[in-house]
């Protein structure tokens, strides 16, 4: 953090001016905070709210209730299946997909690959063009003719895909902040490739790792469209995909306790990015951004 | 460069993503051109015959087509210039928070959007707007009078404020990544240049004007193009917010060929194929020209 308002701290101050300009710029940041955190305190309110006041025109309950999550837990299985699946499918797709990026993106930079000029060319491309949407059809047919549609593995081998190209660029942006000298050194000491992506090249990546993580994690974990494309069981779905088709609000899946369950699912996200945050902020601003 | 044998060898760590590029990414292409030419109904036991140019051209046709394209032109209209300008306002007020842990707090703020995956925004935002339990109804029915349970504003439907409000959610999701962004290139524009503008007498908005977006032109560049692309093709928003009624401002053409796809009649899927191609290939025409705009004319 300290980088980025470094040169805040060398300008001159424009201090001594007008106090309201100090209260204008704080309380316009405030208010799009605000606008951001809102709408999620509302659904968390929700939450705890008694069933009957879930149904009334007051946004504050008279009644708190907080056995809704309990309720998911002990009396929805369907649910918690739900949100194994997807603990599933984005903990594989999150690793395939960082393994790969890590590994392309050192071959990019720090090894010299032949056609290494052609492969950034088509990734470039690949961000410009809309794959997801046209390669659907294909994809569909493809987890079709090899059994895997309403298979956990027939979503996990497409979502790699989703974020290939970025997170390829991203670990290119990241190895490139990392000095040639320090590899060609190790080259000279005579360690293999393999070992100096290993004991130099990782352990300088982490904070380039970390962004990886949370972008494919988000990514896979709220994926919708080819979840609903290539399954139609309830029972393979993901957790957010059944959320979005049970919007119905009575009987069991009752607003309140939809809401716990969206709760459950934003947390996972919301609690990695909070306890990685430090590594995250340092790996967008190390070049995770500079595509 | 010479290039060795021994060198084809580092090949092996582009391998493993080589693998998937190809599977799920150029096979389905390739194979969604190839039906694209064809009759192909996944449902019909009839083989597919080739048939030429004829989806491209009842596609161009197409009525609903031609809608859904305006309708996803007219949600990029109003998307691009609001996730562009509300980050960089947004990024350049926080940059000028001096206290380092402020900071860091408003940028966390900021970004818990990006964190929340895509299909949990749109369920967030369709409860949000919801016209009965919804909470901005609720308020502006049950605590500030402005309307009637009757007359309250339906804010996805079929109605004009639809493509807003799904614009709306879009930029409310990306305005922390974007902020993100525009920050990390503030960072690189050195205190110096702002100082000898001062010293010049330029003011704030005409340093703005002059120092920092040019410096920011790069990134500017690049969001525009990449967003652009992303909202001519948004579809989950729509899917999920909308649903499939065709008269709904939200049915666009990625609607339309996925609706198509997957749930109209025997799939005809050779059709959709046809329809995927051609907004990509209208995309690709925008994302040409904003290239040549944007062209380095130094």
């Not at chain 1, 316009?28 to 939450?47: D, E, G, M, R, Y």
Request: hydrophobic share 55%.
């Amino acid at each position: 953090m300290a980088d980025t308002n470094a040169h805040l701290a060398r300008a001159p101050r424009r201090k001594r001016r007008i106090r309201w300009s100090g209260v204008l710029l704080h309380g316009t940041i405030i208010f799009f905070c605000l606008v951001i955190l809102v709408p999620i305190a509302w659904v968390l309110l929700l939450s705890i709210k008694s069933l009957r006041d879930a149904y009334t025109g007051t946004l504050w309950p008279e009644h708190f209730d907080f056995t809704h999550y309990a309720y998911v837990f002990v009396h929805m299985p369907q649910a918690l299946r739900n949100f194994a699946n997807s603990i599933i499918v984005t903990l594989s797709t999150v690793v395939i997909t960082s393994i790969i990026a890590v590994l392309a993106g050192y071959a990019l930079v720090h090894l010299r690959t032949p056609g290494r000029a052609v492969v950034f060319t088509v990734l470039v491309a690949t961000l410009f063009f809309p794959t997801r949407l046209v390669s659907l059809i294909g994809i569909f047919q493809i987890q079709n003719s090899l059994h895997l549609i309403n298979t956990l593995p027939g979503l996990i081998l497409p979502y790699v895909t989703l974020n290939l190209a970025l997170s390829i660029m991203i670990m290119r942006g990241i190895f490139e902040q990392i000095s040639p000298e320090m590899v060609d050194a190790a080259h000279i000491d005579g360690a293999s490739s393999w070992r100096t992506l290993r004991e130099i090249l990782l352990p300088l990546a982490t904070n380039g790792i970390v962004v990886l993580v949370i972008i494919n994690f988000v990514s896979a974990w709220g994926e919708y469209l080819l979840a609903v494309t290539l399954t139609n069981d309830q029972s393979v779905r993901t957790f957010p995909v059944v959320l979005v088709t049970t919007f119905g609000g009575f009987g069991e899946w009752a607003f309140p306790r939809v809401a716990a369950m969206y709760i459950m699912a934003i947390t996972p996200g919301i609690l990695t990015f909070a306890f990685a945050q430090r590594w995250y902020m340092k790996g967008l601003m190390e070049g995770a951004l500079k595509l | 460069m010479q290039v060795r044998l021994r060198d084809w060898g580092n090949w092996v760590y582009l391998i493993p993503g080589l693998f998937f590029f190809l599977v799920y990414m150029a096979y389905p292409i390739l194979k969604v051109s190839w039906i694209s030419f064809t009759d192909y109904q996944y449902l019909s036991r009839v083989p597919a015959k080739f048939v030429g140019l004829k989806n491209f051209i009842d596609v161009l046709a197409d009525p609903i087509f031609r809608t859904g394209m305006l309708r996803a032109a007219t949600f990029t209209a109003i998307f691009l210039p609001g996730v562009i300008f509300i980050p960089l306002l947004v990024a350049v007020l926080v940059d000028r928070v001096k206290n380092p842990k402020v900071s860091t707090v408003y940028r966390l703020i900021l970004l818990i959007p990006a964190v929340i995956p895509g299909a949990m925004i749109f369920v967030l935002w369709r409860w949000l707007y919801d016209y009965e339990i919804g909470p901005i109804n609720v308020i502006l029915v049950n605590y500030l009078h402005l309307f009637t349970a009757r007359n309250a504003p339906q804010w996805v439907g079929v109605s004009n404020l639809a493509v807003p409000a799904v614009a709306f959610v879009e930029i409310w999701w990306g305005l922390g990544y974007h902020t993100m962004f525009f920050l990390a290139g503030l960072a690189a524009i050195p205190g110096e240049i702002f100082e000898a503008a001062r010293v010049d007498g330029a003011n704030e908005w005409q340093m703005f004007w002059h120092v920092t977006v040019p410096r920011l032109r790069p990134i500017l560049l690049i969001l525009v193009v990449l967003r652009f692309g992303t909202a001519m093709a948004v579809i989950d928003d729509f899917l999920i917010m909308g649903g499939l009624n065709r008269a709904m401002p939200t049915y666009t053409w990625t609607v339309y060929m996925w609706h198509l796809a997957f749930q109209i009649g025997n799939w005809p899927q050779g059709y959709a194929a046809a329809i995927g191609w051609l907004g990509a290939a209208a995309m690709l025409v925008v994302v040409a020209a904003l290239f040549w705009v944007f062209r380095n004319r130094d």
